[in-house]
């Protein structure tokens, strides 16, 4: 089994900054591409940031130069810091990996989301 744990949500007002991280536990044997997603209400889910096992980021044009994802191989965790956060942000975050376990063909994981609500 595989799990990604997301944590570090939460409720901000506009121009503060949040910390998101996700882990990925189990038994696996590579973590290729992670990635953030968000969903707001009514609107379809989106690709916030991705960065490939080599370190490669991609933005979403509107959190351009304000968000910056990053990884840590060794815990098999993807970051995403997010600055100058403002309301249209708001929205559930969800994590997620392109990981390859033994035995297996590569699968995508998501995680449970985490609200992020920017507000004042």
């Known amino acids: 089994q595989v799990q990604l744990v997301e944590s570090g949500g939460g409720l901000v007002q506009p121009g503060e900054s949040l910390r998101l991280s996700c882990t990925a536990s189990g038994s696996f044997l590579i973590v290729n591409d992670m990635a953030w997603y968000r969903q707001a209400p009514g609107q379809q889910r989106e690709l916030v940031a991705n960065i490939s096992i080599d370190g490669i980021t991609n933005y979403l044009n509107p959190v351009k130069g304000r968000f910056t994802v990053s990884r840590d191989h060794a815990k098999s965790t993807v970051y995403l810091q997010m600055n100058s956060l403002k309301p249209e942000d708001t929205a559930v975050y969800y994590c997620?990996?392109?990981?390859?376990?033994?035995?297996?063909?590569?699968?995508?994981?998501w995680g449970q989301g985490t609200q992020v609500t920017v507000s004042s």
């Open positions: 997620y990996a392109h990981i390859l376990r033994l035995l297996e063909a590569p699968k995508d994981y």
